[in-house]
């Protein structure tokens, strides 16, 4: 059991890494609330609590993030985990498309900082957990509304980890890589690719898709999120990837911008 409980709110918390980290995090004592936009009243799984939110709608986050404090007195660490996947060509995605991932993967995390925050200067402490992704490094080919979109949330974490400091308040960012999760199911796509790009784009997902064989359980996520809340002064960014993944983002550290692009480009080829 946990030594300390605290009183968690993982959003996305239905399926994926997001159950993973409830389930871990509700195994080691903590009083665990997972969202989904189809939750049930009083619903409980594998030892958390399911709250209904739509991280799309603003009353809908305040609602859910007010219930949690009514019965809680208090939210001690907030996963931001709910997100969208996208594929496709830049030019073929409509800009209602890239708006519609946004406001999942960016004003989504937004919205319920702007929740919970009040409740966690009143009581002096708390930690933020913003799930990006390892492709916040990189403009991933037929990928690059879902790279953009983690980077801003990247940022945002940046600048909110700063702001919320003296508050007694931690902003921290992990970056996973492939996990074996049923997000690429999900992925929002454009009906139609132009003929133009189909062949990049048609090869690019095959690779992606061979990637999906080499990937991980989630709970090796969930127990760097578990480590990070016991962690008394945690990084402000912990990359949970392995092999080409890692290897690309010191690459691209270190490659010229170029010489870095055709790497890219060889690997889709």
Not at 142 to 166: I, M, Q
Not at 193 to 208: D, F, N, Q, T
Request: aromatic share 6%; net charge positive.
């Amino acid at each position: 059991m946990a030594t300390t409980r605290k009183v968690i709110l993982v959003t996305g918390g239905s399926s994926g890494l997001g159950k993973s980290i409830c389930v871990r995090l509700a195994g080691q004592g903590h009083t665990v609330y997972g969202t989904s936009r189809k939750a049930q009243p009083e619903e409980i799984t594998d030892g958390f609590r399911m709250v209904q939110m739509d991280v799309t709608d603003d009353a809908s986050v305040q609602k859910a993030v007010a219930g949690v404090i009514a019965r809680e007195s208090r939210i001690d660490v907030l996963v931001n985990n709910a997100g969208l996947g996208i594929q496709g060509p830049v030019e073929d995605i409509s800009p209602e498309m890239a708006q519609r991932l946004f406001d999942t993967n960016v004003w989504g995390p937004h919205r319920v900082w702007r929740a919970v925050l009040p409740a966690m200067r009143k009581q002096g402490s708390g930690l933020i957990i913003n799930i990006s992704s390892v492709a916040a490094n990189f403009g991933l080919p037929y990928r690059g509304f879902y790279s953009a979109s983690k980077a801003a949330l990247d940022r945002l974490s940046e600048a909110l980890s700063t702001e919320v400091d003296r508050f007694g308040i931690h902003v921290v960012t992990v970056q996973p890589g492939e996990f074996n999760t049923t997000i690429g199911d999900s992925r929002l796509r454009p009906e139609n690719i132009s003929e133009a790009h189909r062949p990049g784009y048609e090869k690019a997902m095959e690779v992606l898709g061979g990637s999906m064989h080499y990937s991980r359980d989630p709970d090796e996520l969930a127990q760097v999120v578990e480590r990070i809340i016991q962690t008394k002064e945690p990084r402000t960014r912990y990359i949970v990837a392995q092999g080409m993944q890692r290897i690309s983002i010191l690459a691209k550290k270190l490659l010229p911008g170029r010489m870095f692009e055709k790497m890219v480009r060889k690997h889709y080829e």
